[in-house]
């Protein structure tokens, strides 16, 4: 038999990361999970979500009684935003950088809106390459859908 503590834990506040569009559901829907949960929810490896924390990339993600991580959903909340984050192509320790940001507070706002601007502009530029490739690929695309259908040259 396993024994856990269930007293209600506190975690200092990483910020408002609230999930944008529709929530997906958590895990058998309770607000308490063990690593290999968070895992398997998430789809990180347990060395990856210890290294997140160890780095500090996570909040210090409380225990329980004898030792073992007890992830909530506000750690959901925020494994799910540094995904979006790792998407972006943001270097670790850029993210890193943002978490420590978040743990200081509000008065961190300006430059942490700042980075999460200068990621967008990242990606809105990324998003214009990529249409672009498409673009030509459609082009190619077009040119030998063309070929195929031209009588042979002699």
């Known amino acids: 038999m396993t024994v856990t503590d269930s007293t209600p834990v506190k975690s200092p506040p ?20 063990t690593i290999s949960e968070v895992a398997a929810y998430t789809g990180l490896s347990s060395p ?19 030792g073992q991580r007890r992830f909530d959903n506000r750690d959901l909340d925020w494994l799910a935003f540094v995904g979006k984050l790792r998407l972006t192509g943001m270097p670790i320790a ?27 502009r990242e990606v809105v530029a990324r998003i214009a390459e990529l249409q672009d490739t498409v673009a030509v690929l459609d ?11 031209a009588p042979e040259r002699a």
Do not use: N
């Not at 850029?94 to 967008?120: H, S």
């Not at 082009?139 to 259908?149: E, N, T």
């Open 94 to 120: 850029d993210m890193v950088r943002f978490a420590e940001l978040v743990r200081r507070g509000e008065v961190t706002f300006d430059e942490r809106r700042e980075i999460l601007e200068q990621a967008r």
């Open 139 to 149: 082009s190619k695309i077009d040119f030998y859908a063309g070929a195929r259908r």
């Open 48 to 66: 990856t979500l210890r290294w997140y924390e160890q780095i500090g990339l996570m909040p210090q993600v409380e225990r329980s009684h004898s």
């Open 14 to 33: 990483m910020d408002a990361c609230v999930p944008v569009g529709p929530a997906h559901p958590r895990p058998d829907g309770q607000d308490r999970y």
